[in-house]
């Protein structure tokens, strides 16, 4: 079935077929002549980098440093670096849209793609100083490497700017120059392939010696000119002065073909096109000035003569070519367009593709083609949305969507998932491709660099509001595109009102969530805008994220009234010591004054770690009861308690607390008694309480003393009289006991003396005492000190007929017939008068 559609860029390399898809063509300034010009382009559609080529002599226009000039894919320049540095051996971009530059001693500059400068750090002292003649930016698994030959023959090689520099191995024969050399990854490791002669020299880091290989030609040649190693880094083509090609794969043990190209003149770049469909490599591009070759592994060629000047830029799934006049990229054709598109196809797609165009032209020959691929629906179906992502014309995708949505009518119980989901990503891959954005991407390069990596190269280009509707249309979170956005207001608008105005009102949206105000405001305050950054920062609801800012900013007095708001103990003793170590403590106590929590904690604090700064807050808020114990604790520790306690009764007195002054003019008395009594009786007395002090005069038998103590501190009669029945007893005076008992009617009773006398077990004396007990306690006083016979005459006089049974229960009664008896007559006397 022949179908003239879009094939009009195809050409066909047996067996394949290629096309010629045409991008956007760069706008150069005026003052830009490419042809004397170094050119270094990053893959993704990223931008390029343009300085002038010192091996070319071009008439000198402006001034005459070097420059180098950034630009985006639509020619629009968005930065320029005045090189001040060494000489430039080479350029190349990192995976990150870095630029970097590598000069003649080895340094290595890292810019932006606006020219700002980000890191430099050098390959290694040896490379420094022998200098270095050729430098490689490759890529790695840790990242973009750079490797460097010296003058010296010998190639270093860093895998990222983190990681130390690895020396290869030493070229044999080191004085017999090398023509060309490039750089492979396998895994994690990178290795150095170099041509010599007709001999290919590789360099393993970890080899003591080289590996070489020759003869891998079989028509005659003097040397290898050009090493070109695939982008999946699968495949080797080598070139040589002769004009042959050879292409196999890296490792040289598979050779694909060998070709003449039938030119002497130098190529300017050999660049191998990668498979859209298995990420394989069919064929490579090479570049003469006004010409361009293609030559496939079957070793069929196409050529196209083109503008003097060209450029390669090798991508996953092509070579994008740069001209002054035109931005080109040639891929292998995607199967599915082919299927579609190719003269003659019979596939079920293609008979789709045509019956949907009848059926838009209200043709019967719709229903004949739909017969031929009705049985294969799904296919076609799967195979135009595919097909539709490949294509670059937005034609042409909307009919290969057509088709797909009018192919899903005949599939029952279709998924439309995929569709929705191409349909999406092809309207973001359109927007990405308009010149005002300037990224060609493809579809498989949207697909492995993933929607975020997207995002953030539209936000780091500045263009906020289309990537917050791409955001949007995938379904992905916006709010960190917000952030970037408000970052910039920070750093450019120098109305603080609206900026914040306008951050406020663009943040209040609630489907924007996650937003951080207070990074916003730390930009704010590294921009030296702290006013900025407080109006950021009460808009911050996040109390542990305002309140280090804050600090940051030595904005105190928010900080501690945030913290204590907040309740949050740790965040408030956070405050505090950041405030201890850069205030002044007169100003901190004035700070913290207002808010008791914190006060309260800062106490705290300084109780632990510097008592004198307690007595400061003290002092300042002129709490005479704090200082009073301030000093009270110092004296305790110090042992100073009796030359202190003067001050110390001064600050009870003045701050009005008149118990604890008392209290400590009352020891302050003790105290000096209790010098004297040591010098006049000897004994310890000091640090005695008065109860003890009273004990110990006793125990001295210095009665009189204790008297003049307990009238002087006021001490109970109750109290005094069990200290002096205690001693008595202890001391074995019965005599004075029995006196003290007939001098007065005791104020505590009789029973603790009769409880002294049966503690030093003499209960013939505690017999004089039980019988001035009250008579509910008598019984239980002679059983107590185990006279019995009184206890059973006394429980009869009482009529207390329990009592009786508890000592009917005695082992003694028990053991003595008499007492048995008697306790048993007792009792039955009592029952028989109830």
């Not at 080289?210 to 003869?215: E, F, G, L, M, V």
Request: glycine residues 4%; aromatic residues 8%.
């Amino acid at each position: 079935m022949p179908i003239m559609y879009n094939t009009g860029e195809w050409f066909k390399v047996r067996p394949d077929y290629y096309r010629k898809v045409e991008l956007p063509t760069p706008d150069w300034p005026l003052d830009l002549e490419l042809e004397y010009m170094l050119l270094a382009a990053a893959p993704y559609g990223g931008p390029l980098a343009v300085t002038r080529d010192t091996t070319k002599l071009v008439p000198v226009k402006g001034s005459s440093r070097p420059m180098i000039r950034i630009f985006d894919t639509t020619g629009k320049e968005t930065g320029h670096i005045l090189w001040n540095h060494g000489k430039l051996i080479a350029m190349g971009w990192s995976d990150t849209e870095e630029l970097i530059c590598v000069q003649e001693n080895a340094t290595v500059f890292v810019f932006d793609m606006f020219g700002k400068e980000k890191e430099s750090y050098c390959i290694g002292d040896e490379a420094s100083v022998t200098k270095i003649v050729e430098a490689k930016v490759f890529q790695s698994s840790t990242g973009t490497g750079v490797a460097v030959l010296t003058t010296s023959g010998r190639v270093f090689l860093k895998q990222n700017s983190s990681k130390a520099e690895r020396r290869l191995p030493d070229i044999p024969n080191s004085s017999i120059n090398c023509s060309c050399w490039d750089i492979v990854t396998e895994g994690r490791n990178s290795y150095c392939l170099l041509g010599r002669d007709r001999e290919v020299i590789k360099l393993f880091p970890d080899e003591k010696l080289p590996t070489i290989t020759a003869n891998l030609f079989e028509k005659p040649h003097d040397r290898i000119i050009k090493i070109s190693v695939s982008y999946n880094h699968q495949h080797l083509a080598l070139y040589t002065n002769t004009g042959l090609l050879w292409m196999g794969s890296v490792d040289m043990r598979q050779k694909y073909c060998e070709f003449d190209t039938g030119r002497k003149d130098m190529p300017l770049q050999i660049e191998w096109i990668m498979n859209i469909d298995d990420s394989e490599s069919d064929a490579v591009v090479i570049s003469y000035p006004s010409y361009l070759l293609i030559v496939n592994r079957k070793a069929d060629r196409s050529d196209y003569h083109y503008d003097p000047v060209l450029f390669l830029v090798a991508e996953m799934d092509g070579v994008r070519i740069i001209t002054p006049t035109s931005h080109e990229m040639i891929q292998r054709l995607p199967k599915c367009v082919e299927n579609i598109f190719a003269v003659n196809s019979q596939e079920p797609a293609s008979y789709l593709f045509e019956a949907q165009k009848k059926f838009e032209e209200k043709s019967y020959k719709s229903d004949e083609y739909l017969s031929m691929c009705r049985d294969k629906m799904p296919l076609a179906v799967d195979e135009c949305i595919m097909a539709a992502s490949h294509e670059f014309c937005p034609e042409t995708q909307k009919s290969l969507l057509r088709t797909a949505h009018f192919g899903k009518g005949f599939i029952l119980n279709h998924n439309p998932d995929e569709y929705m989901r191409i349909m999406r990503i092809l309207r973001v891959l359109n927007t990405l491709r308009h010149e005002r954005i300037g990224i060609p991407l493809t579809f498989k390069q949207f697909t492995h660099l993933n929607p975020e990596v997207i995002l953030s190269r539209l936000v780091y280009r500045k263009h906020y509001a289309v990537a917050i509707q791409v955001a949007k249309h995938l379904n992905l979170p916006e709010s960190w595109i917000l952030e970037h956005w408000a970052y910039d207001k920070v750093l450019n608008d120098s109305n603080d009102a609206e900026v914040a105005r306008k951050i406020t009102e663009r943040f209040k949206n609630p489907s924007v969530e996650g937003i951080s105000f207070c990074n916003i405001a730390t930009k704010a305050h590294l921009a030296g805008r702290d006013e900025l950054a407080s109006k950021l920062l009460d808009l911050e609801p996040r109390t542990s994220l305002r309140v280090p800012l804050l600090i940051k900013m030595r904005k105190f007095d928010r900080a501690v009234s945030s913290a204590t708001q907040s309740g949050d103990t740790e965040l408030i003793t956070q405050v505090l010591l950041e405030m201890k170590m850069h205030m002044m403590l007169s100003n901190l106590h004035m700070t913290i004054r207002d808010h008791p929590l914190a006060l309260n904690m800062y106490k705290k604090i300084m109780r632990e770690s510097n008592r004198a700064g307690l007595y400061g807050i003290y002092n300042t808020e002129d709490d005479q009861k704090a200082i009073a114990e301030y000093h009270f604790e110092n004296a305790i520790e110090t042992k100073s308690l009796e030359s202190n306690l003067s001050p110390i009764v001064n600050a009870y007195t003045q701050g009005r607390c008149t118990l604890e002054a008392e209290l400590c003019s009352d020891y302050s008395r003790l105290l000096k008694l209790q010098k004297t009594f040591e010098s006049k009786y000897g004994g310890t007395f000091s640090g005695l309480s008065v109860h003890d002090t009273i004990l110990e005069l006793l125990h001295l038998g210095q009665l009189n003393e204790a008297e003049k103590i307990r009238n002087s501190f006021k001490v109970p009669e109750r109290r005094f009289w069990w200290l002096r029945i205690l001693t008595l007893s202890e001391h074995q005076r019965w005599d004075e006991l029995e006196k003290l008992a007939k001098s007065k009617k005791s104020p505590i009773g009789y029973e603790p003396f009769v409880d002294v006398c049966l503690k030093q077990a003499n209960p013939a004396e505690a017999r004089k005492y039980i019988q001035k007990c009250r008579d509910s306690r008598k019984v239980h006083w002679y059983i107590r000190a185990n006279l019995l016979n009184e206890a059973i005459d006394c429980a009869l006089e009482q009529k207390d007929i329990h009592s009786l049974y508890e000592i009917k229960k005695k082992e003694d009664v028990v053991n003595d017939g008499n007492l048995l008896s008697k306790v048993c007559n007792c009792i039955a006397a009592l029952e028989s008068r109830k």
